[in-house]
Structures are given as C-alpha cells and as structure tokens.
C-alpha cells in the first residue's frame, strides 16, 4: 500500500482521490512523472515548467508535454483566482454553473474547495514564453513581480475541469477554547483564505458567532460602498453611544473589501466599527493583509495583540502580532518556526493564555517590584545615616556585606516569587477564564503599584534604621571593655533588613513550597552563619576586614540587638499584615475569593478522607447491614469498626444525616 504526503492537505487529497480511481503515482524524477492510469498502463509526463504557490497569487501552475505530444498547463486555486480565468466558449466554460452550485454547497459544509483548470498551448508559443520565463526567474530587480506577469501569459483562457473539496475539520475543543476567550473579555477576529460562506459557518461551528447575535456584511464589489457601510453603521453606533463596547455584533468583510477599507481616510472608522464588535470575521484575505489588519488593530488600539496559525499562510501575522503562537499540524512547521510559542493543538492556547501567561504575570511583576523594594530598603538607609553622621562620607555597612546582599541573603526570595508561586491552581484558573482580566487591566504591575512598593521600602528603611539608632543611643559596652560603633549599628540594622525583606518576600507569596520555606529562612540563617564565619576570620585572613573581628561576640551579648531582632521587624511589617488582612477580608479580587475556595474545598476533600475518630477511612471497617425501601422512605443500617469496637448507625432519607 502507497501512503502519501504532501506540503497541504489539498494535495494529498487530490492524489489518494486520484488513487481511488485507478490513476496511481509511481515515479517522480527531476523532469518527468510517471503513473499508472486505470488501464494499468504507465504513462510518463515530461515536466517543463512549475509556477509555485504564493499566498499573493493563490495559485499553482505546472507545463507539461503529454506522452502524446502535447503540451498543457494545469492549474488550481482559489475559486475566485480561477473562475477570472475560464476561457468565454461554450466548451470553456460548460462546467461552471453546476461547478459553482457544488462549490456554494462544499462551503455551507464547511469544506475548504479549491477550483482545477486546464489549457492547451502550441509549440511556437510555448517556446516564445519559455525564454521569457528563464528570465523572469533569473531576474535581479523585482524577480516575484517579474515572475507574476510571465506567469499571467499563460494562466489564462483557461478550460474548467471541476473542483475539489476538503474537509478542514476543527480540532477538539475549539468552540469551547474560543468561548472562554470571549468570557475572558478578549477580543476575537478569524482571518480567513477561505469564502465567505465557509467563514461564516465556521464561525458558527467554534460558537465565534452565535444565535441572536448580529451578522454584519460590509462587503461589496463596488468602493463607495463598501465607505458607506462602515459609516452608516458606525453612525447608528454613535448615536446609540456604543462605539469602543462589546456590542453583540459580529461583522464580517472579504478581501477585495478589506482592500477599500483599508485605505488611509476611511481606516480609522474602519477599526472602530471593527472594536465596537464582539468578533471580527475577514474572509478571502491574503497573507499580507492579515499582518496588516493586525498592524492596524495595534496601531490603533495600543493593545497586545496575539496571532495563532497553523500554515505559511499565517507567518506574516504572526510575526506582525505582540506575540505569535504556532500550530503544530498538517500544514507544516513555517508557523511554528516563525513563533514565540508552538504548540500542538489550538485548545492549548486557553492554558497558555488563562494559567502560564497569568501565573508569570503575576511572578513578573511580584520579582521586579520586589526586586526594587528589597534594594530601595537596603541602601536608603546610607541616606537616614548620611544625615545622622553629618555627610560625613562613612558607609554604616561592612564593604562585603553590601556585595553579598544580592549574591546571597536575598538572592532565594526572587527565585521562589518567579518560579513557585501561583495565585490559583491551573483548574481554577482554567475553568474560570475571567480570572484572566487581572493580567489584561495591569492591575498586578502599574505605576500606582510601583509607587506604593517603594513608598514601603522608604517606610521601611525609616523604622530599620532610627528604631535601632534610637535604642542604642544611650550606648552600649561590654566586660570586655569593648564599646558600640558604627558596625554594631550596621550589622544590627543589616540583620534587621535580612529578616524584614525575606518576610515581606513571604508575605507577598500566594502559593507556599518546600523552596519558598528554605529560600526565606534559609536566607536568614545564612546571613547569621556568614556574620559568625566572617567574624572569626582575621587575622587569618588578612584580605577580610579588621574591624569585624569578634563582632558577633559582640552583638550575641547585647540585650538590645535581640530586642532589635524581637520587635522591629513585628513594627515594620505590622502595617503590611494589617493591610493584607483588610485587602483580603473586605476588598477581595476575584482571585482571593477562588483561592479561598481552593482552601475550603481542600479542607473538606481532607475531611472527606477522615472518620469520626479521626482516623482515615481505609482503617475503619464498615458494612451496610440492611437496605430497606418502604413507600418513599429508604432505611439503611451501616455498621463501622473503630479499633475492636463495632458501632451501628440507622438512618433514613428524612434525616438530615442520610
């Protein structure tokens, strides 16, 4: 058995249609083709010529001599680039009324249709054309448009062979991936090479465009108006007051339309009757004229836009898009290797989008947010110091611990913020698309937020730094004979930004983990251990500093250091706990209402695993003894084992408890 593969699915069908008629393929060589025809006969054709597809010419052409001599040109595409070209005779174009009937058909199915064509060509004037054909494809200046115009030579005067139809079937759990993306407040457009008919009823079948909701038609052949359709609807809307809404109207253009629409006076009016719609739907467009929509729909919307294809036919908008994802499928790899994302199937787009794109929001803005805050904390506190020290130009911390700041005591928090954590589960977040307005109105990452978070850092660095200053004013001194100074200050301070930065850290997590644990208290015990390694380095070290030699003697010994430790940072985080408590109690987002369902839910599916006796259901025995059914009530007695002890328990269908 032959299996066949071809660069699109039109192909291949075309071919194991072939196939089933008795016309098989047998050889292909640089210059010729074989087969084998229905009389079991092989039959060489002799390849003179092939004019490639291109999504601007939306047509593909080859020249061949035919075992008996002659010469023809073969040729399929899009219906409305073929039909253009049938020859005036009778014997031309005999087909095309019923070929047209069967294409109006395969479109209200939903197949994708393509048109055949043939012609014959003399030998004279085959070769006339074959010179300028070298040349056109030898070409230096303009080679494509060159190419177009000695290919339009002989695409024409063309006899209708028939058409063919395909079904584009859609993949699994298109209609429900589109519909959470309309709950999610995204806006939809389906850019299309197919006709209109078999746009439309896409739409319909992946629920793009649904019952009762409006369908507009600006197409027209004719320029002015197709003008006079956007403006008198964008008219109605404006004095309805609903322009720039999510009205319920899906609006719907062809390509020689969108070619009018597109011009420079009427453009802008164009796009806002466009995003005054629930779903655009541009059918019949070319390659350029999807990146061009979705450069205008940026332009003018200053909206991130995203573009999701599966052919070559789509690389142009997805490179033109804020973020382009690829399909992985039977029209090849362009799409996915043109791509910020690939994946397999399009029903991966509502987990990329609603759980990977919302949980790396979130991880984003929370790192570079706290990445200022943690820093701002730290070295403000050189300013509060500056002016105690009368710009004296002395820095309060020891040289190596600035360094190590980011290095090592705070450089865990960031890690776990970005990797670990998550506002809801990836179900919740799934089957709750609306979720995903949080990322689409900025409300994680904006310049209120960003304000806020250094307005803390600044309060923060306030308390760290006067609270300590202030309870070591009366001085401090040791048995020793050792006094307090300026690195006592410092490190005690130092230590106190450690704790308050990795908890605040910990308070700004909506999704605790072993990592999230070991990156906040391990940073703080790590800072505890250098001090004490640090400490105990000179003079066997000479490279380390002099000064911080014994420190941590020093500060273990002082009752005001653990007093520090003890109280300041219960001061300073006081105000972000009481404040998370108000957010959460009586300002919740939607997000902290399904995270508490997510805990409620948890707990009792833990209750759920438990007896009475607190121990799990597996270790308790139990049997239902009898099941009795009297009129409308049911009785049933169910016998459990706790330990060695059997307990029974009646109950009925009038009781709460059954």
């Keep these: 058995t032959i299996h066949y593969n071809a660069s699109s699915p039109d192909e291949k069908a075309l071919v194991e249609g072939a196939a089933e008629y008795k016309y098989t393929f047998v050889s292909k060589t640089s210059n010729s083709v074989t087969i084998r025809n229905h009389l079991n006969k092989q039959e060489t054709f002799e390849v003179l010529a092939i004019i490639e597809f291109t999504s601007t010419r939306k047509r593909m052409s080859i020249v061949v001599r035919t075992p008996e001599g002659q010469i023809k040109v073969y040729i399929k595409g899009a219906d409305n680039v073929i039909l253009e070209r049938i020859g005036k005779t009778a014997s031309h174009n005999e087909h095309q009324e019923n070929t047209g009937n069967h294409l109006d058909d395969f479109a209200r199915e939903g197949l994708r249709t393509l048109c055949l064509g043939v012609s014959d060509i003399s030998e004279e004037a085959f070769k006339d054309w074959s010179k300028k054909w070298k040349q056109a494809t030898t070409s230096l200046v303009d080679r494509e448009q060159e190419i177009e115009n000695v290919a339009n030579l002989i695409e024409g005067d063309l006899r209708l062979i028939g058409a063919t139809a395909i079904e584009d079937k859609l993949q699994e759990n298109v209609p429900e991936t589109i519909e959470k993306l309309l709950e999610a407040d995204i806006h939809v457009w389906m850019l299309t090479g197919d006709k209109q008919i078999t746009a439309e009823n896409i739409a319909k079948s992946c629920r793009l465009h649904k019952d009762g909701t409006e369908l507009v038609d600006v197409s027209d052949d004719v320029p002015t108006k197709v003008r006079s359709k956007i403006t008198d609807r964008l008219e109605k809307l404006k004095k309805n007051g609903k322009v720039g809404q999510n009205n319920e109207i899906t609006l719907i253009i062809d390509g020689k339309s969108l070619t009018h629409a597109m011009e420079e006076d009427i453009r802008n009016d164009f796009i806002r009757l466009c995003t005054s719609c629930k779903a655009v739907i541009c059918c019949r467009v070319s390659p350029l004229q999807k990146a061009e929509v979705v450069e205008l729909v940026?332009?003018?919307?200053?909206?991130?836009?995203?573009?999701?294809?599966?052919?070559?036919?789509?690389?142009?908008?997805?490179?033109?898009?804020?973020?382009?994802?690829?399909?992985?499928?039977?029209?090849?790899?362009?799409?996915?290797?043109?791509?910020?994302?690939?994946?397999?199937?399009?029903?991966?787009?509502?987990?990329?989008?609603?759980?990977?794109?919302?949980?790396?929001?979130?991880?984003?803005?929370?790192?570079?947010?706290?990445?200022?805050?943690?820093?701002?904390?730290?070295?403000?506190?050189?300013?509060?110091?500056?002016?105690?020290?009368?710009?004296?130009?002395?820095?309060?911390?020891?040289?190596?611990?600035?360094?190590?700041?980011?290095?090592?005591?705070?450089?865990?928090?960031?890690?776990?913020?970005?990797?670990?954590?998550?506002?809801?589960?990836?179900?919740?977040?799934?089957?709750?698309?609306?979720?995903?307005?949080?990322?689409?109105?900025?409300?994680?990452?904006?310049?209120?937020?960003?304000?806020?978070?250094?307005?803390?850092?600044?309060?923060?660095?306030?308390?760290?730094?006067?609270?300590?200053?202030?309870?070591?004013?009366?001085?401090v001194s040791w048995s020793s004979g050792h006094t307090d100074g300026?690195?006592?200050?410092?490190?005690?301070?130092?230590?106190?930004?450690?704790?308050?930065?990795?908890?605040?850290?910990?308070?700004?997590?909506?999704?605790?983990?072993?990592?999230?644990?070991?990156?906040?208290?391990?940073?703080?015990?790590?800072?505890?251990?250098?001090?004490?390694?640090?400490?105990?380095?000179?003079?066997?070290?000479?490279?380390?500093?002099?000064?911080?030699?014994?420190?941590?003697?020093?500060?273990?010994?002082?009752?005001?250091?653990?007093?520090?430790?003890?109280?300041?940072?219960?001061?300073?985080?006081?105000?972000?706990?009481?404040?998370?408590?108000?957010?959460?109690?009586?300002?919740?987002?939607?997000?902290?209402?399904?995270?508490?369902?997510?805990?409620?839910?948890?707990?009792?599916?833990?209750?759920?695993?438990?007896?009475?006796?607190?121990?799990?259901?597996?270790?308790?025995?139990?049997?239902?003894?009898?099941?009795?059914?009297?009129?409308?009530?049911?009785?049933?007695?169910?016998?459990?084992?706790?330990?060695?002890?059997?307990?029974?328990?009646?109950?009925?269908?009038?009781?709460?408890?059954?």
């Design 298 to 475: 940026s332009k003018f919307t200053k909206s991130i836009t995203l573009a999701i294809g599966d052919g070559a036919n789509d690389v142009a908008m997805i490179q033109k898009a804020s973020v382009g994802v690829g399909v992985s499928g039977n029209e090849g790899l362009q799409a996915v290797n043109s791509a910020d994302f690939a994946i397999g199937q399009f029903s991966y787009l509502a987990r990329l989008l609603f759980v990977h794109g919302a949980w790396n929001y979130s991880r984003i803005s929370k790192v570079v947010l706290y990445s200022f805050y943690k820093n701002i904390t730290l070295y403000i506190i050189e300013l509060w110091f500056a002016i105690y020290s009368y710009w004296s130009g002395q820095v309060i911390y020891e040289r190596w611990t600035i360094g190590m700041f980011n290095i090592l005591f705070t450089s865990l928090p960031p890690l776990a913020l970005g990797i670990f954590d998550k506002t809801c589960s990836a179900e919740t977040r799934e089957s709750n698309p609306a979720l995903y307005k949080t990322s689409q109105n900025s409300e994680l990452f904006n310049i209120k937020k960003f304000w806020l978070w250094i307005g803390t850092a600044i309060f923060h660095s306030v308390l760290l730094f006067w609270v300590p200053m202030l309870a070591m004013s009366t001085g």
């Design 486 to 658: 300026y690195l006592i200050l410092g490190n005690t301070v130092y230590s106190l930004v450690v704790i308050v930065t990795c908890l605040k850290a910990g308070l700004v997590m909506d999704n605790w983990t072993w990592f999230s644990h070991l990156s906040i208290w391990g940073s703080i015990a790590l800072w505890f251990i250098f001090l004490v390694v640090y400490s105990s380095l000179w003079p066997s070290l000479k490279f380390v500093a002099s000064n911080m030699a014994g420190l941590f003697m020093l500060l273990f010994n002082s009752p005001v250091f653990w007093s520090c430790l003890l109280l300041v940072p219960v001061l300073v985080l006081l105000t972000d706990c009481t404040a998370t408590f108000v957010k959460l109690k009586f300002f919740p987002s939607e997000s902290d209402k399904k995270r508490k369902e997510e805990k409620k839910n948890k707990t009792l599916r833990f209750d759920s695993h438990q007896g009475e006796s607190g121990l799990p259901l597996q270790e308790q025995a139990s049997k239902v003894v009898f099941n009795k059914k009297n009129g409308t009530t049911v009785t049933i007695k169910k016998e459990t084992k706790e330990g060695n002890r059997w307990s029974a328990k009646v109950a009925n269908s009038d009781d709460e408890e059954l």
